[in-house]
């Protein structure tokens, strides 16, 4: 009880405080998400509060403002194995601000999710990810991370030609 307390607490301080490659990657360890090495999370990152130790966060990757990561959806006492699950965003991934991260869900290595994205189930890796319907976009040769400039990965980003319905 008193854990779950200083976890919500935490959480709260993480939302305002500075630090995105140190202070709140430390805050959120210490709440129980698994997070690598060379991490950035931005301001106004929700991670989900009760479920914090179901998230893990990959080597060099961008989380960006503003993005929500969701491992339950229950009400009250209402919990059962099917509305909680694991998000799992493996390494070299770039999420974009204001995205939407749902339960049960595995973001691939060195993907890119497009800003505003919802996503809703498992994204291969090297993969561009996002509206105008969520969906593969391109491939992702050159990851984006602190490592590559945003022209390398524009300049490695093969595109998936979709069939017209």
């Known amino acids: 009880m008193i854990r779950n307390i200083i976890g919500r607490i935490i959480h709260k301080l993480v939302f305002i405080l500075p630090g995105g490659s140190t202070l709140r990657p430390f805050l959120h360890r210490l709440r129980g998400v698994k997070i690598g090495k060379n991490v950035w999370i931005s301001q106004d990152v929700y991670i989900d509060e009760l479920h914090p130790d179901f998230v893990t966060i990959g080597d060099n990757s961008t989380i960006g403002r ?3 990561i969701f491992t339950h959806f229950y009400w009250g006492t209402r919990q059962s194995k099917y509305n909680k699950g694991h998000v799992v965003i493996e390494k070299d991934v770039f999420i974009g601000p204001h995205c939407v991260i749902l339960p049960n ?8 999710i497009k800003a ?6 498992d994204v291969p890796s090297h993969t561009f990810w996002g ?3 969520p969906g593969p976009l391109g491939h992702v040769t050159v990851p984006l991370t ?4 945003y022209e390398a990965f524009l300049a490695g980003l093969k595109p ?5 319905t």
């Open 66 to 68: 503003r993005t929500s």
């Open 105 to 112: 869900v595995r973001i691939g290595q060195g993907s890119v």
């Open 116 to 121: 505003g994205t919802i996503v809703t189930r």
């Open 131 to 133: 509206l105008p319907s």
């Open 146 to 149: 602190s490592h590559n400039s």
């Open 160 to 164: 998936i030609r979709r069939k017209k």
